[in-house]
């Protein structure tokens, strides 16, 4: 069933590891939108006007009672429109944010760069996140379709901060999730977990898959402080 904009949950806090406030905003359709996976690019619109209405309105939400704001989309950071990262600006210096953290596709690591700066400029921390997914570079590429043309993760960690793993999919083990966690946790800050859950895509989750995650990986990262897992994508209380 296609999301609706209206039934999302845009505005939640999270009070355990990192404690932060969260915002899900509202973008025109994410440039690259050919994840095999995905189904996200659904809560887009190509009237700016209307997402910065939206997208106000939750900012407006925001109290710095943490210093850290996440803010999500359906995209890229890069694909908010002009008027919602200006008000995202004057946020973070009205409720006093120093952490501000965001995703971005591949395609747009060379800007990343320029945004740090910007908001350097107004004492904002900028922490980059990648949906990787895995490390398994001819699986992520051939069957997930995410574009990410480099296959180190040394040279991934060269633009981004933090990384995205999706668990839970035909194919993957044991030994391969592992693998992703341990590489992620080598070369990143911050690690994600996200378990596959099903959407309007082809691709469906593997409950055997998702048995083994939660059996034998679950209780070895549950408590690391830099490795959030989302069982569920609204476990954030977003979406």
Same mark, same amino acid.
């Given at each position: ?29 994410? +440039?690259?939108? +050919?994840?095999?996976?995905? #189904? ?13 209405? /939206?997208?106000?309105?939750?900012? #407006? ?27 995202? +600006? ?9 952490t501000? /953290? ?15 700066? #910007? ?9 980059? +996140? ?58 990143f ?27 034998? /990986? ?21 979406g």
């Open positions: 069933m296609e999301k609706k904009a209206k039934s999302l949950i845009r505005y939640s806090k999270v009070t355990e590891k990192e404690k932060r406030e969260l915002v899900l905003l509202k973008a025109s359709k994410c +440039k690259w939108h +050919k994840c095999s996976f995905c #189904d996200y690019h659904l809560d887009s619109c190509e009237d700016i006007d209307e997402n910065f209405s /939206i997208n106000k309105k939750q900012l #407006d939400k925001v109290t710095g009672e943490f210093r850290i704001l996440d803010v999500a989309n359906s995209g890229s950071f890069f694909e908010l429109d002009f008027m919602t990262v200006n008000y995202i +600006k004057e946020i973070c210096t009205k409720v006093g944010i120093t501000l /953290i965001c995703e971005s596709h591949w395609m747009y690591k060379d800007k990343i760069k320029g945004l740090k700066e #910007d908001f350097r400029a107004l004492g904002v921390d900028l922490k980059i +996140k990648i949906g990787v997914e895995t490390f398994d570079y001819l699986f992520r590429e051939s069957y997930l379709i995410k574009g990410i043309l480099e296959s180190d993760p040394c040279a991934i960690s060269n633009y981004f901060d933090r990384v995205c793993l999706l668990f839970g999919l035909p194919r993957q083990t044991t030994e391969s999730m592992l693998l992703d966690l341990e590489t992620a946790l080598k070369y800050e911050h690690v994600y977990v996200n378990i596959m859950t099903p959407n309007t895509t082809r691709v469906a989750p593997s409950p055997s898959v998702i048995k083994q995650f939660k059996d034998k /990986i679950y209780p070895l990262f549950a408590d690391k402080k830099n490795v959030e897992i989302l069982l569920n994508n609204t476990d954030f209380g977003i």
